[in-house]
């Protein structure tokens, strides 16, 4: 069972790269996301969707774009990346966003341990 | 703001009983989960609440008090392998997870 793929698992990037981060799951959730966790700090949320075709933005977009073309996949890009990006990246999914209760847990995926250098 | 408090880093022998705490203020309540995080590893799902009490779970208990805003993870016959970080999270109004940072639990033989 595969569940949520991320790739690349490691990445170290040159300042004012551009970068897309992959993640794709087969468990047709309905929402996924887009989670950095450093050090100290709890995940923080970066974008979300809650269906396809879908996308909002969380606690920290800034720098950072989403799209949702399908239920499977959603990339995660940085258009120019910063140091201040060096994190550990994860992209999670949950069955049924908006309605609480089991079913809004999320499953995450092995995560993206980027540098920006 | 939304703030979730848990301790940084606790220790505990092997075999022992532990519980980690985690108190929340957050914009409204639709539940709050525990995830056991090894290091460099994914998150995943332990625990859900949403009714105050008790909820067990094999070795794991997790505990809620809405009134307090409240909830405790307790780890009985502690092993080795339960060595890992512990995250609280709290479903908010607008059903998003709000995280904690985590607790370290450091087991000690």
């Known amino acids: 069972t595969a569940g949520i793929t991320q790739a690349p698992t490691s990445q170290i990037l040159a300042a004012g790269r551009s970068m897309t981060l992959r993640c794709t799951q087969d468990?047709?959730?309905?929402?996924m996301y887009w989670y950095r966790q450093d050090l100290g700090l709890g995940l923080r949320l970066i974008h979300y969707?809650?269906?396809?075709?879908?996308?909002g933005k969380g606690e920290v977009p800034d720098g950072y774009s989403v799209s949702r073309a399908n239920t499977d996949d959603f990339p995660l890009t940085l258009a120019s990346a910063v140091p201040s990006q060096t994190s550990v990246y994860f992209c999670?999914?949950?069955?049924?966003?908006?309605?609480?209760?089991?079913?809004?847990?999320?499953?995450f995926g092995q995560g993206t341990r980027l540098t920006v250098v | 703001g939304q703030n979730i408090d848990q301790p940084t880093e606790m220790t505990a022998t092997e075999g022992a009983i532990v519980q980690i705490n985690c108190t929340y203020q957050?914009?409204?309540?639709?539940?709050l989960f525990w995830y056991q995080q090894h290091a460099g590893e994914a998150p995943t799902f332990l625990s859900y609440?949403?009714l105050d009490g008790l909820e067990e779970k094999g070795r794991f208990s997790s505990f809620l008090s809405r009134s307090k805003g409240y909830s405790y993870l307790l780890l009985k016959e502690l092993q080795m392998k339960d060595s890992a970080s512990y995250l609280c999270?709290?479903?908010?109004?607008?059903?998003?997870?709000?995280w904690g940072a985590g607790t370290k639990l450091i087991i000690k033989p």
């Open positions: 999270a709290v479903l908010d109004s607008n059903y998003q997870l709000i």
């Open positions: 957050t914009s409204g309540f639709n539940g």
């Open positions: 999670a999914s949950s069955p049924h966003p908006g309605t609480g209760g089991l079913g809004t847990e999320a499953f």
């Open positions: 609440n949403v």
């Open positions: 969707s809650n269906t396809a075709g879908t996308t």
């Open positions: 468990m047709r959730h309905n929402a």
